[in-house]
């Protein structure tokens, strides 16, 4: 298995514009996470999913921010408009079961708002 | 609010140094306690994950051990190599099975 696969690896934009992160989770792994990393806060849960369904979104900083999983083989995270204090490195993560077992971090966007 | 601790928030040893770092956590509603390895530029791989109290786990050089009922793991080094330079991440699982709350990471530089 490639592993949780994210995309871009990288991604700069301008404040204002729409940006969309993606993910794959490893196949069978009914739960996805995202989590935002930065310097001030560390790694934070933004939302995560349960066969798909949103379950906990209290993380998500704004309305700004949303999350799909429209299949179980795909997520994405959007943010608009985009500002630059959204700067971070957004990790997606799954795992086969509660409590965490097999959780397996994807290699993350890190994203720059100019 | 949650608090996940770890201390020191960086240590810089020699090659051939045996270290070891501290993860404390709330002790009730205790599920889980996952140890984390993160080197730069990739993303966390997990070590451990430990349930019981007087929990140990081994792998290679690295080991950790549980205390759920005074709320600590630590996580052990032995004969530190370069490669292990890394940021070491614990992650605390309480009664909501799927919620992790890391601590900040304890940042490891091994020199040769």
Redesign the interface.
Known sequence: DAGVIQSPRHEVTEMGQEVTLRCKPISGHDYLFWYRQTMMRGLELLIYFNNNVPIDDSGMPEDRFSAKMPNASFSTLKIQPSEPRDSAVYFCASSFRAGGYGYTFGSGTRLTVV | ILNVEQSPQSLHVQEGDSTNFTCSFPSSNF??L?WYRWETA?????LF?MTLNGDEKKKGRISATLNTKEGYSYLYIKGSQPEDSATY?C?F?GD?????Y????TKLNVKP
Not at chain 2, 96 to 100: D, E, G, H, M
Not at chain 2, 102 to 105: T, V
């Open positions: 599920y889980a996952h990739k993303s966390p791989e997990a994950v991440l992650a699982i909501n099975f799927n919620k992790f890391f601590g900040s990471g």
